[in-house]
T-cell receptor, first 115, second 115 residues
Framework: GESVGLHLPTLSVQEGDNSIINCAYS??????FIWYKQESGKGPQFIID?????DKRQGQRVTVLLNKTVKHLSLQIAATQPGDSAVYFC??????????????FGRGTSLIVHP | DTEVTQTPKHLVMGMTNKKSLKCEQH?????MYWYKQKAKKPPELMFV???????INESVPSRFSPECPNSSLLNLHLHALQPEDSALYLC??????????????FGEGSRLTVL
């Protein structure tokens, strides 16, 4: 997996701007990717997922792009709001026995939205 | 509100104490997880239970002892911990069925301080 840095990458944006958060993954065999949002003092929350046979998936105000050639994932947030301020983790899902998946988390990006 | 409930929210213990963290979910999920999260780092998988059986132990030291009394409950027994074990301990659950993406539902965590 990704090496974990000594500090958290930070993205600062103005309210109303679009945000793009990037993630590199390591396992080309991963077949599901999930973005989680973790607000201060809370556990991570699911935002959106994408299967490896797709290159784009859209949700409400969020879009995930997958580039398998360079093993890169991005999360785009449209019209960023102060409530979007949080740490965002990408997770690559490894297939486990019994049919389900075990997510391994990337190092995370702290998004700060200025009003 | 999260549907995974963790208690206590905060715990301070000495290195000779024995304590337990508790987790409960009533979503009918058959997989439950313990993750450890240090400040500004991603969650790291410790244990996975599927159908009340321990299916994954990520080489966690024996001073951490998980227990799954039934499909709704997950405990983490703590004994002879070290100060470096201080962290946020996150419980999560998932459906654990074939075809499931592995989306995890997290509790808000138990903040552990070892003195």
């Amino acid at each position: 997996g990704e090496s974990v840095g000594l500090h958290l990458p930070t993205l600062s944006v103005q309210e109303g701007d679009n945000s793009i958060i990037n993630c590199a993954y390591s396992n080309s065999a991963s077949d599901y990717f999930i973005w989680y949002k973790q607000e201060s003092g809370k556990g991570p929350q699911f935002i959106i997922d994408i299967r490896s046979n797709m290159d784009k998936r859209q949700g409400q105000r969020v879009t995930v792009l997958l580039n398998k050639t360079v093993k890169h994932l991005s999360l785009q947030i449209a019209a960023t709001q102060p409530g979007d301020s949080a740490v965002y983790f990408c997770a690559e899902n490894h297939h486990a026995s019994g049919g389900s998946y075990i997510p391994t988390f990337g190092r995370g990006t702290s998004l700060i939205v200025h009003p | 509100d999260t549907e995974v409930t963790q208690t206590p929210k905060h715990l301070v213990m000495g290195m000779t104490n024995k304590k337990s963290l508790k987790c409960e979910q009533h979503m009918g999920h058959r997989a439950m997880y313990w993750y450890k999260q240090k400040a500004k780092k991603p969650p790291e998988l410790m244990f996975v239970y599927s159908y009340e059986k321990l299916s994954i132990n990520e080489s966690v030291p024996s001073r951490f002892s998980p227990e799954c009394p039934n499909s709704s409950l997950l405990n983490l027994h703590l004994h002879a911990l070290q100060p470096e074990d201080s962290a946020l301990y996150l419980c999560a659950s998932s459906l654990w069925t074939s075809g499931n993406t592995g989306e995890l539902f997290f509790g808000e965590g138990s903040r552990l301080t070892v003195l």
